[in-house]
């Protein structure tokens, strides 16, 4: 269900793997709720919701018996379906941006376009297979699945860093503040959409 006046939306994805439910608000203040069973994702989709000013609630159970990928993906997946459905016909945006984000030692870049054609080029390594319990491989399968469910081009280059929390927190954060620019009414632009062929969606 999505509500184009406030774009907003409710979104519940069921398979034998998951079960997840997520409401978001692109106009939000960035206030979350999040329980996906996963706490250092659960730690990285608040700083996507603060520093993007989506408010986020979400709600995962998966099986985590097996491993933390299904929850991960499927959590991707719905916040990109969902935000989708809030965007509409994504009217008015401002459709690109770009940031170069800093923590400590740590420098990553995210550049996107809300352009209705998916995809990821990533450019980002880690030293160590697990942050904690968590597989970084798993930072890109989110985002593979946000950007292909989205309908958003996204590109997140990390320059440098040492430790592989900030390597992960900076992609999050780094892509929460350019989502945060480019899902933003352009004011000289309002009610159109910001692309020759007249159409952005999926």
Known sequence: MANPAKRSARLARKT???????????????????????????????????????????????????????????????????????????KGITRYASID?????????AALDV???PYLV????FSRPKIGSFDTE??????QALAQNAGITLHVTNHYGDNNHHIAETCFKAVARALRA?????????????????????
């Open 16 to 90: 034998s793997e998951t079960d997840i439910r997520v409401e978001i608000n692109l106009d939000g203040t960035g206030k979350y709720d999040v329980e996906t069973g996963v706490g250092f994702f659960d730690h990285m989709l608040e700083q996507l919701s603060r520093h993007s000013l989506i408010d986020m609630k979400v709600r995962a159970a998966g099986d985590l018996h097996i491993d933390d990928h299904h929850t991960v993906e499927d959590t991707g997946i719905a916040l990109g379906q969902a935000i989708a459905k809030a965007l509409g016909e994504r």
């Open 101 to 109: 984000l800093a923590m400590d030692e740590t420098l990553t870049r």
């Open 115 to 117: 352009s209705g054609r």
């Open 122 to 125: 990533w450019q980002v390594q």
């Open 138 to 143: 798993l930072v890109r399968e989110f985002f």
């Open 182 to 202: 480019a899902i933003e009414t352009d004011p000289r632009q309002k009610g159109v959409v910001p692309s020759t062929k007249g159409t952005l969606t999926v």
